[in-house]
């Protein structure tokens, strides 16, 4: 029973892991960036969330109504300017720009809203209560709801980018930037876009992560993105609901590791991670090699 | 063009290949002068400077290896931290076993070399922005690991013992001087690496990996190379810091900070130059002197300053002076001299550093 419960709690969590990935996912599929400040700019998303209750004493489950908007207004922002010019120079130069990028955020929040843990809505009904199935597997309402939100915005990404007209766009900036120029489309605008939604999950990544646990400045890096970019590579490169599967294979293993030993619930993730990237490199659903 | 003509007209004449424009003899001289004034300054200054420049020497000693890494074998490495936290605790296992950790310095620092080569294993396959999360993810493993066991200390880390003996003044002092046989090492090694062959393949990479691959290049195998020297020097900087702070603590040498350091200074300095990291250490150590009292301050600096460099400058510090003095202290490529030219005119050959594109 005790293994029944850590598969499911697992599964849940694996939820709040897919929304971390989905924007890395994304704008390594659209622009071919990997953004290494993912992670530290999710956090941003806890601390907006957490400024924006506290002036508007919206409830926090409605914040995402600021804090995506808000960030996604940052997505386009940076696009535009520094992770363009960072692209049209070298993938060297991003990766070396996006890494400053982070330990810039990573430092500059530390000196401005300090090292101590936030949460979002602690004392919140639905936030901290759980109902339970049997004696021994209690499942918190918080998790279901994540899970939910993560499959909602893969389901709403996947019917974007299949039907829409920006989606369309997006899938042919990504397969041949070229001959989308040459049709008219201006890929910069797309790229903005395309950053503008990743920064969108991104946020709701960051409000749900300070829901379900505590984050400071330095959460972004050694939670986050690491997690995040397990989950992609455990799903599979470039496959949206890879990182469902990803985070969810994630999140069991360190359930399942917790509960060996309570200190090994973060090792037990980053060994399934390393196994996976030897024995089965390009993911658990991409049939095709990695190049 | 005008060479390749010149010389079929001219056969009778030779082509004269040198490594650099002008006679650097005086390089020579000039490191070693550099070297034994150096190497005296325990004699001259308080050891408050001493110890400062000790953090210059790691900071420097990593700069060295990150830029070979990223600026001559395309590898964007972020956890080179673990090779930092895994020559810390080789240094610490060793001192609780009785070797004093002057000496297991060097043991340190290859055991992080033989550590080098299956982690390297793991992460090989994975390029550019992957590979650098992977060994980010890596690193954060390996210190995961390291954790575990609580007879090193554990989560917590331990004192290093084995330097209680020494009169502070001597320890302030051989801790000094053996930064600087680190540092002169990891600049002369990387110096002759990237002369030798490793160097020739390393540029052929550089510049056309593809290229390189069709005319036999063993390109894997390069890339590994460099990714164990590399471990060798960031495991002798960590041991180095370890002996310096007289203290391991998992969370600390294991962090994500380590990276930032070697890679701000070698972006700044000029990636893919040997002067480079030495200009961009010099940077970051006077920033980090100017800035001590405001905290982490000069990394938020040093971020904005790579940033900008990067984007704007990308050949660094040394990409600016080389353009105006056209000077080279490390020269590592080839001049060509075309038959009977004589005085400043000759085509440089792979004479320029940073990646193209």
């Known amino acids: 029973m005790v293994w029944v419960n850590d598969i499911i709690q697992g599964i849940l969590t694996g939820g709040l892991y897919a929304l971390f990935a989905c924007g890395l996912s994304l704008m390594f599929g659209v622009m071919k960036v990997v953004n290494l400040a993912h992670g530290d700019l999710a956090v941003i998303g806890g601390y907006v969330a957490l400024g924006v209750i506290t002036v508007t004493h919206i409830p926090v489950l409605w914040s995402f109504v600021i804090v995506v908007p808000v960030m996604a207004v940052l997505g386009y922002v940076l696009q535009r300017t520094v992770i363009q010019a960072a692209l049209d120079r070298s993938v060297l130069t991003t990766l070396m720009v996006t890494f400053g990028l982070s330990v810039v955020i990573e430092n500059a929040l530390l000196e401005f809203v300090s090292a101590n843990s936030q949460s979002l809505g602690v004392g919140n009904a639905i936030i901290t209560r759980s109902f339970s199935i049997g004696s021994q597997i209690q499942i918190a309402y918080l998790l279901v709801l994540i899970f939910a939100v993560a499959v909602a915005v893969l389901l709403g990404l996947q019917y974007f980018l299949s039907r829409s007209k920006y989606g369309r766009m997006i899938r042919a900036v990504a397969d041949d930037r070229e001959a989308a120029q040459l049709s008219g489309v201006d890929y910069r605008h797309v790229f903005g876009i395309a950053a503008a939604i990743a920064f969108g999950t991104v946020a709701l990544a960051g409000i749900a992560y300070g829901m379900y646990s505590q984050f400071a400045p330095t959460t972004g890096t050694d939670t986050i993105l690491l997690f995040a970019f397990a989950a992609v590579v455990i799903g599979g490169l470039g496959s949206l609901w890879g990182t469902l599967l990803g985070g969810v294979v994630l999140g069991v293993a360190q359930q399942i590791g917790a509960q060996i030993n309570i200190s090994d619930e973060v090792l037990a993730g980053y060994i399934v991670f390393l196994a996976v990237l030897v024995l089965r490199p390009q993911g658990l659903t991409s049939r095709r090699a990695q190049s | ?357």
Not at chain 2, 134 to 156: C, D, K, N
Not at chain 2, 217 to 238: D, I, P, S, W
């Open chain 2, 1 to 357: 063009m005008s060479v390749v003509t010149d010389t079929s007209a001219r056969s009778a004449e030779k082509i004269r290949v040198t490594r650099s424009r002008r006679n650097v003899a005086w390089t020579g001289v000039g490191a070693l002068v550099v070297v034994v004034v150096l190497a005296l300054f325990p004699y001259i200054v308080y050891s408050g400077t001493t110890t400062i420049m000790v953090q210059g020497f790691i900071v420097l000693t990593l700069a060295c290896m990150w830029n070979l890494l990223a600026g001559y074998a395309g590898l964007v490495s972020v956890g080179q931290q673990m090779f930092v936290g895994l020559g810390a605790y080789f240094v610490l296992i060793l001192a609780l076993h009785g070797t004093s950790p002057f000496a297991g310095l060097p043991v340190a620092a290859i055991g992080c070399g033989v550590a080098a080569v299956p982690l390297w294993w793991l992460v090989s396959r994975l390029r550019s922005g992957y590979f650098a999360i992977a060994t980010w993810v890596l690193a954060a493993t390996v210190m995961l690991v390291i954790e575990r066991f609580s007879s090193i200390g554990g989560g917590t880390g331990l004192p290093l013992p084995g330097l209680s003996g020494y009169d502070p003044a001597v320890l302030t002092a051989d801790t000094y001087w053996i930064g600087l046989a680190v540092t002169v090492i990891a600049l002369t090694a990387t110096y002759l690496l990237l002369r030798g062959r490793l160097g020739l393949v390393l540029t052929a990479i550089r510049d056309d990996e593809v290229a390189a691959r069709s005319s036999g290049a063993r390109v894997g195998l390069a890339r590994m190379l460099v990714f164990v020297v590399a471990a060798v020097g960031c495991g002798a900087a960590g041991g180095l810091n370890a002996i310096s702070l007289l203290n391991v603590q998992p969370a600390a040498v294991f962090n994500v900070q380590w990276t930032a350091k070697m890679a701000f200074a070698v972006i700044i300095g000029g990636l893919g130059t040997i002067e480079g990291p030495i200009l961009g250490t010099a940077v970051y150590m006077v920033l980090q002197q100017t800035l001590q009292s405001y905290n982490v301050w000069y990394l938020i600096v040093l971020g904005l300053v790579a940033m900008a460099v990067a984007l704007f400058a990308r050949r660094g510090l040394w990409g600016l002076v080389d353009d105006h003095l056209h000077v080279r202290l490390f020269p590592v490529g080839y001049w060509l001299w075309a038959p009977g030219s004589t005085g400043r005119r000759g085509i440089g050959l792979a004479r320029r550093g940073g990646r193209p594109g």
